[in-house]
């Protein structure tokens, strides 16, 4: 549940539900998915079902998983790690994780999403994993500068749709996957702190010199950045020697 290893791999239809009989142990009017009302169970969906009722709830964690959702259930307030895998959601709202300050991972890898609110993840004060591989994404909107973990892989991002110096100020990311995108170039500056940076498949074609090194510091080593993924790129790394004159190993790339 949200281990940090690397290689890992509209609005919904509206519903109406009659009101539950007396002699039910659900409550007796349903809400609709934007309703924080919390009972035992946790919140209710808009299928008057408490989330915990219709989700699997453990721990602080909640699993999601393959329920054909086509929107994020309203979640427990202390809700630590959520998992929407393989669903049908196509977008989502900045009032889906609100008022989840425990919240620190977040897996919604096999949707349909190709939309999100630009403060979806601002409000998260602890957020750490992000994983939204093999959607339709083209943006990515602003993300918490607490990020560990971001797995972007298998999606449709462009460049111009990536926030510039999007990445600088996450001091304690240490894993980024963005393989099989539309990538043009590596989003920099990179945080010292990255271990695994995961970019094959892109549209990558050259690097500069301060991608990875300080230009005005020769002695500057990354000790930390030992995998890095350029295959698949229309890129001859044998052409940017000095980009990588500080990396501990070198990546692996066309020769």
Known sequence: ????????????????????????????????????????????????????????CIAGSVYCDDMGLDQIPPLPKDTTHFFGRFNKIRHVKNTDFINLN????????????????????????????????NNNLQLVPELPITMKYIDLRNNRLVSRGMHSEGFKDMSQLEFLYLSNNHLDYIPTPLPLSLRVLHLQNNNIQSLHE????????????????????????????NLFAQAYVCLPRLPVGSH
């Open 210 to 237: 301060d991608t990875f090194c300080n230009l005005h510091d020769l002695s500057f080593i990354r000790h930390n950045l030992e995998d890095i993924r350029l295959d698949g790129n229309p890129l001859n790394i």
């Open 102 to 133: 425990k919240l620190r991972s977040i897996d919604l890898t096999g949707n349909q999403i190709s939309g999100m609110d630009e403060d979806v993840f601002q409000s998260l004060p602890q957020l750490q994993e992000l994983l939204l591989a």
């Open 1 to 56: 549940m949200g281990n940090l290893t690397p290689d890992i791999p509209s609005p919904a239809n509206q519903r109406t539900t009659q009101h539950h009989k007396k002699e039910g142990t659900l409550p007796p009017s349903p809400v609709t998915l934007n309703s924080k009302a919390a009972g035992l169970f946790g919140p209710e969906t808009g299928l008057g079902m408490p989330t915990c009722l219709m989700c699997v």
